[in-house]
Nanobody
Framework: QVTLVESGGGSVQTGGSLRLSCTASGLNFADYTMAWFRQGPGKEREGVSI????????YYVDSVKGRFRISRDNAKNTVYLQMTSLKPEDTAMYFCAVPERSLYYYTPPRRADFTYWGQGTLVTVSS
């Protein structure tokens, strides 16, 4: 059984930083692409960033480019999302996800292509 556990969310002011973590179990983590999605109040879930199995390839949605950085530590079965220069519009529940196909790398990542999801971690950015 695949389990994803996110952590690191919280409340910050505009311009602040947070680092989200997602630790996976129940799969060969190093074989899988990983992604972060977010869902803001009254909004649809959107793909924020995706990283391939080796970490060499990364994608960011335009709204977070230059501010967010995705990384992974395959030895720890963990993917990270470093978020800087946070804005109120970044306020959302953030989810990590595993695609159905391990080598999936479609940009932007599509929600329907992801099979396993964490419970989410809430990020609130106040002005």
């Amino acid at each position: 059984q695949v389990t994803l556990v996110e952590s690191g969310g919280g409340s910050v002011q505009t311009g602040g930083s947070l680092r989200l973590s997602c630790t996976a179990s129940g799969l060969n983590f190093a074989d899988y692409t990983m992604a972060w999605f977010r869902q803001g109040p009254g909004k649809e879930r959107e793909g924020v960033s995706i990283i391939n199995y080796s970490g060499v390839h990364q994608y960011y949605v335009d709204s977070v480019k230059g501010r967010f950085r995705i990384s992974r530590d395959n030895a720890k079965n963990t993917v990270y999302l470093q978020m800087t220069s946070l804005k109120p519009e970044d306020t959302a529940m953030y989810f990590c996800a595993v695609p159905e196909r391990s080598l999936y790398y479609y940009t932007p990542p599509r929600r329907a292509d992801f099979t396993y999801w964490g419970q989410g971690t809430l990020v609130t950015v106040s002005s």
